[in-house]
């Protein structure tokens, strides 16, 4: 699928810091030359830039974001201009400034503002990245509005897709935020759309999300086809004693022309309470001679 050459947010020069995360190992064979590109991936819901004491406070979710040391990173629960709870920063641009990185931005809601003149109040997912965005998708999947009092299921923006170039080798990466009702009807819904979006797409795959299930929720089951869950053996949600893995990082299995297998090399959770989530990090390694676009 060829995507709208449109990215939403800033594009900032890349640069890497350093971190509490052991820094990913050197490509495989060689720095980006050999059979293997390595690349570190995140996710983090940042909660609006709340901690879990739901005090705002984006330093410490930039030190955390930044202690990852993570190449790619997706984000949920995204403020840009939308009220007093983030003091009507965009978060998304600013959080890409501070680190260094580039940003794509895909609001689920987008409002007028306020007052006349001023930007519209945005909420939706991000994906910060170290290397050259290429071009991006903000995709519609059906989802039940927090907004409208009387909500039904409907299409929806939200699910980002951005195509980034690695050491050469083109790289899809999806960030999503499936519904949180324990109602799962429109979590199948949001899944069947997700596996037909991304089957659209030839070469390397990595979707990056919080799903509000578990990794054997049934409404999950169909993802596993086609993608490998990056399991860290260790729960996300809550940030405080959390119990449950609600946050992922998948990958494409491949076995077909173009498909775009990414073997995971480890993933791992990081114990902090920046957020309402814990951050999940994935190291991972794209082959080279299957990433094809």
């Given at each position: 699928m060829s995507l709208r050459r449109r990215t939403v947010g800033v594009l900032i020069a890349a640069g890497l810091t350093a971190t509490a995360f052991a820094p990913p190992a050197g490509a495989v064979e060689g720095a980006g030359r050999g059979r293997s590109v390595p690349l570190r991936v995140a996710t983090y819901n940042i909660h609006a830039?709340?901690?879990?004491?739901?005090?705002?406070?984006?330093?410490?979710?930039?030190?955390?974001?930044?202690?990852?040391?993570?190449?790619?990173?997706?984000?949920?629960?995204?403020?840009?201009?939308?009220?007093?709870?983030?003091?009507?920063?965009?978060?998304?641009?600013?959080?890409?400034?501070?680190?260094?990185?580039?940003?794509?931005?895909?609001?689920?809601?987008?409002?007028?503002?306020?007052?006349?003149?001023?930007?519209?109040?945005?909420?939706?997912?991000?994906?910060?990245?170290?290397?050259?965005?290429?071009?991006?998708?903000?995709?519609?999947?059906?989802?039940?509005?927090?907004?409208?009092?009387?909500?039904?299921?409907?299409?929806?923006?939200?699910?980002?897709?951005?195509?980034?170039?690695?050491?050469?080798?083109?790289?899809?990466?999806?960030?999503?935020?499936?519904?949180?009702?324990?109602?799962?009807?429109?979590?199948?819904?949001?899944?069947a759309e997700t596996r037909r979006i991304m089957g659209e797409d030839r070469g390397h795959k990595i979707l990056l999300g919080d799903f509000n299930a578990t990794p054997d929720a049934p409404e999950l089951a169909p993802l596993w086809r086609e993608l490998t869950d990056a399991d860290p053996g260790a729960p996300t949600f809550p940030a405080q004693d959390p119990v449950n893995r609600i946050d992922f990082v998948a990958v494409s299995k491949g076995g077909g022309p173009g498909a775009g297998a990414v073997r995971i090399r480890g993933a791992a959770v990081a114990e902090t309470l920046a957020s309402d989530h814990r951050p999940l990090v994935a190291d991972l390694e794209l082959p080279r001679g299957n990433g094809a676009a």
């Open positions: 830039g709340a901690g879990m004491d739901n005090v705002f406070d984006l330093d410490r979710q930039v030190a955390q974001l930044r202690a990852l040391h993570a190449d790619v990173i997706g984000l949920q629960e995204v403020d840009a201009h939308w009220g007093a709870r983030s003091e009507w920063r965009d978060l998304a641009t600013e959080l890409a400034e501070r680190l260094h990185m580039r940003v794509s931005f895909a609001p689920i809601y987008s409002l007028d503002p306020v007052a006349v003149g001023e930007p519209r109040r945005e909420f939706g997912v991000a994906v910060l990245s170290r290397h050259r965005i290429l071009a991006a998708e903000n995709h519609e999947i059906t989802r039940l509005s927090t907004q409208d009092p009387d909500p039904v299921p409907a299409p929806a923006p939200g699910f980002g897709e951005v195509l980034l170039r690695v050491r050469g080798l083109p790289v899809r990466v999806y960030v999503t935020h499936l519904d949180y009702r324990s109602d799962p009807s429109v979590r199948i819904a949001q899944v």
